[in-house]
């Protein structure tokens, strides 16, 4: 989860996402200056008792980060590019546009509103075509002309929408707008009366000592151009409701909303294909191998007796060749269980009640000979000691798989996203800075597997996770509940660091073996990604250390890693090779190594970036449930009551959106000046993308037959690290 999320929830009133329009421009303000070096520091009090990152506040902006951790200017083009792109779906989901030219007759619009709609359509064309000039960016001056396009595109899309329906022409205050340019001219003169006076102290404003990568003049005022059309189409999406919007609401009157209300939040953010195939068995069953949250399933033991159901049902839902003691005893049997959620209350905020359950979910894969071995759901028992379900229940088979999805999208968010990549990687990020000297070689191979961590996670504690705010907003529980739930899902890896490598979990997990669990694809891509980094890091470290003797001579290593396992530190635990955290041999310091670039790439795009083409869509993973669980087996329930509202529902598109479509870097693509003082390693480097390369054909190859295709380990598609 990121700051910028925090852009585009509709649970904030028009007030706070101005104010955070605010925000990023003084990001990009204090981004053209030249500031020195800030040393990193420790802080438990953010989420404690996590160790995360603290430092003297930045002038003007006031938070407590190193100068270092401020965003790219890339990154910056790339995360407007989105979020204009998300307030333009937003504004014509509430408006109906680009519905209204067939309202034309109806609505008296003439031929001039009809071209202003197609021209629209064109405009928000060149939108998306421009993510791809911001990836093509070789220069400071090729981001100049991207920046100054996306501010001219962004601002005549503005023009497009007021001009494609009169109505907004009257509703459009002007004053307000007016205001908040000025709030923008008031920054602009805070910064010139810093410079100029003697409180400047660590900033340099002087053009000699500029940085390369600096923010300019030109790249300032072209964002300033593109935060101040944001904010005029934020304006027009909280004006009043058009005549069209009323005439296509259902909520309005009270009455549930159906399947092709939540189709049509969908306006220039692409529908998911999951929203035509989330009701089948077999992509609920996929989904557990293949979607947002891969990570549950885990072997059922002969001794293990999860759920009550009879061989009679089981042999009725996978048929009669097969018998559940079977299944069990050639492992084919295996349980997704949510137990970790059990003790999380309900939660309310914002407006609506909410309700958690901690489902257990019984699954099979038929046996060996079968047309078919996909995994496929046997039962579900939506909280403890409550009837138990199966496909043979109906409508409350139904209710059961979305309990189940919605437990799991909980779990994703709190535990296997944020806690297990974001919080897990932080104390590396410290540590390496801190006890690493900048020419160090692990840090020059590490470095860029942390940059932009830092800044997200700040947001995430400063605003995602704060009280009433989004995760408050759109998750099942209370916000103290889940960040608590964050806290223990890292500290689960962070404590168990050597269990926490990607092999080792499959293996825990009961997962690894491809005869008893034939379709896996988040395991059987990962290990394909996990191979080439670690083959990579294993020929880059091998070309520094031929000895143990060498490594354990090596001071700042050894003070790294103490400091990783220091409880003034990173208060990591099983980490090194004895209890002092010391690292003896290479085959250690390579699997450590490994884990931690796998964690900050590849990990983390697999519970990333599914949000941006699966979450988006409530209905297949709601992020709560509206009413209560079924208890009777014999008496229907009502799936559409238990889903979240269209206003809900459109909160979770957008944050779910921009947090899972900003892609920024790409695994293996390392700058060309970034190992320029290592030509011992150029060829392990190309090596390295050589087999990168060849993975990605293989896994476009598998594609081809899944049930559906599994992008998300695709290694054009795994950012360098954790930055969105």
Not at 642 to 663: D, F, H, I, R
Request: aromatic share 8%; charged share 20%; net charge negative.
């Amino acid at each position: 989860m990121s700051l910028t999320s925090h852009l585009i929830s509709s649970s904030l009133t028009k007030s706070d996402i101005e104010s955070i329009l605010v925000f990023l421009y003084k990001l990009v303000k204090l981004r053209k200056a030249s500031l020195q070096y800030k040393q990193y520091e420790y802080n438990y009090n953010y989420i404690p008792p996590l160790a995360m990152t603290g430092a003297p506040s930045l002038p003007i902006i006031k938070i407590q980060l190193p100068i270092q951790e401020l965003p790219t200017c890339n990154w910056v083009l790339s995360v407007a590019q989105k979020l204009t792109l998300i307030l333009v779906n937003d504004t014509l989901s509430k408006l109906n546009l680009p519905n209204l030219f067939r309202h034309f007759v109806s609505y008296g619009l003439d031929d001039d509103a009809q071209s202003n709609s197609l021209t629209l359509n064109s405009k928000v064309q060149s939108l998306e075509d421009i993510e791809q000039q911001i990836k093509d960016a070789q220069s400071k001056q090729d981001l100049e002309a991207v920046a100054l396009n996306l501010a001219s595109i962004t601002q005549q899309i503005t023009e497009e929408i007021i001009a494609a329906d009169p109505s907004n022409v009257v509703s459009f205050d002007t004053n307000e707008i007016s205001e908040f340019e000025e709030q923008l001219q008031e920054i602009d003169e805070q910064f010139e009366l810093y410079q100029l006076g003697e409180n400047a102290g660590d900033v340099d404003f002087s053009p000699s000592s500029e940085p390369e990568d600096s923010i300019t003049d030109i790249l300032s005022r072209a964002f300033k151009k593109i935060i101040e059309s944001d904010a005029k189409l934020l304006e027009l999406e909280t004006t009043q409701s058009s005549p069209i919007e009323v005439e296509f609401s259902t909520q309005e009157s009270g009455s549930e909303p159906n399947f092709e209300d939540y189709n049509k939040l969908f306006k220039k953010i692409p529908l998911p294909q999951i929203s035509s195939r989330f009701q089948e068995d077999l992509v609920f069953a996929y989904m557990q191998v293949a979607g947002p949250n891969p990570l549950m399933l885990q072997k059922v033991l002969e001794q293990e007796q999860p759920l009550q159901i009879t061989n009679e049902q089981y042999q009725q839902i996978i048929g009669m060749s097969d018998s559940l003691e079977a299944a069990k005893r050639e492992g084919r049997l295996y349980k997704a269980d949510y137990s970790k959620l059990k003790n999380m209350p309900n939660g309310s905020f914002p407006r609506q009640q909410k309700y958690i359950y901690a489902p257990l979910a019984l699954f099979a894969v038929p046996p060996s000979g079968s047309p078919s071995r996909s995994l496929r759901p046997v039962a579900i028992q939506c909280q403890p000691e409550q009837p138990v379900f199966t496909p043979l229940n109906g409508e409350n088979w139904m209710i059961a798989k979305s309990i189940v999805q919605m437990a799991d999208s909980n779990y994703h968010e709190l535990v296997s996203h944020l806690g297990r990549t974001h919080l897990f990687i932080e104390p590396f990020v410290i540590a390496t800075k801190r006890r690493l000297p900048a020419n160090h070689h692990l840090r020059i191979l590490l470095e860029p597997h942390f940059e932009g961590t830092i800044l997200i996670n700040y947001g995430a504690h400063e605003m995602l996770v704060a009280d009433r705010r989004e995760v408050d907003a759109i998750l099942a529980s209370t916000i103290e509940s889940d960040r608590q739930l964050s806290v223990e899902g890292a500290q689960d890896y962070l404590h168990h660091f050597n269990d926490a490598m990607f092999p080792n979990i499959l293996v825990n997990r009961g997962v690894e073996n491809t005869s008893q669990l034939p379709e896996y694809p988040y395991r059987d891509d990962g290990l394909l990604i996990w191979n080439a980094i670690h083959q990579w890091v294993r020929a880059y470290l091998s070309s520094y250390y031929t000895t143990g003797q060498q490594l354990l001579a090596d001071q700042a290593l050894q003070n790294w890693a103490k400091e990783l396992i220091s409880e003034q530190g990173g208060r990591l635990q099983n980490f090194g090779e004895d209890a002092s955290g010391t690292i003896k041999t290479l085959d250690y310091l390579i699997d450590a190594v490994s884990t931690i670039i796998f964690t900050a790439s590849a990990q983390h795009a697999a519970v990333n970036f599914p949000q941006g083409e699966l979450m988006t869509y409530a209905p297949a993973f709601p992020l709560a449930i509206y009413s209560p669980a079924p208890t009777n087996p014999d008496q229907p329930g009502d799936l559409m009551s238990m889903l979240p509202s269209l206003e809900q529902a459109k909160t979770q598109l957008k944050v779910c959106y921009l947090l899972g479509s900003v892609y920024y870097t790409e695994l293996g693509q390392y700058s060309k000046s970034h190992f320029k003082s290592k030509p011992q390693i150029s060829s392990a480097l190309v090596a390295f993308q050589e087999q990168l390369r060849a993975i990605e054909k293989e896994i476009n190859r598998k594609n081809l037959t899944r049930i559906m295709p599994y992008k998300f380990l695709l290694p054009s598609k795994i950012p360098q690290s954790i930055n969105i």
